[in-house]
């Protein structure tokens, strides 16, 4: 079973910067592509920032996901930070996991981590 873990998150101030982490653990898989989503508060799960899984380094805007190769985790870095910027922070991972000789694929969610900008 492929799982995937989110860290990092915490109170901030607005104007700084936060890395947040995604962690995936499992044995005999491959990821494909690596999402951020958040959701902030009252408001629906929105997509912030991909990458493939042959990415090293993807920006977009204010937004940079990056590859730790060492430690097996795809990382967000959130520049300028917004109060709007709040929410739960949530990776999805899509792939291939190899089950007794035959490639299942799976695409998971983490559990999220609270990120809350202050003014």
């Known amino acids: 079973q492929v799982q995937v873990a989110e860290s990092g998150g915490g109170l901030v101030q607005a104007g700084g910067s936060l890395r947040l982490s995604c962690t995936a653990s499992g044995s005999s898989f491959s990821v494909d592509h690596t999402d951020w989503y958040r959701q902030p508060p009252g408001k629906q799960r929105e997509w912030v920032a991909g990458m493939p899984g042959s990415g090293v380094t993807s920006v977009t805007g204010r937004f940079t996901v990056s590859r730790d190769k060492a430690k097996n985790a795809v990382n967000l870095e959130i520049d300028s930070l917004k109060p709007e910027d709040t929410g739960v922070y949530y990776c999805?991972?899509?792939?291939?996991?190899?089950?007794?000789?035959?490639?299942?694929?799976?695409?998971?969610w983490g559990q999220g981590t609270q990120v809350a900008v202050s003014s």
């Open positions: 999805n991972a899509r792939g291939l996991q190899n089950i007794r000789g035959t490639l299942i694929p799976y695409d998971i």
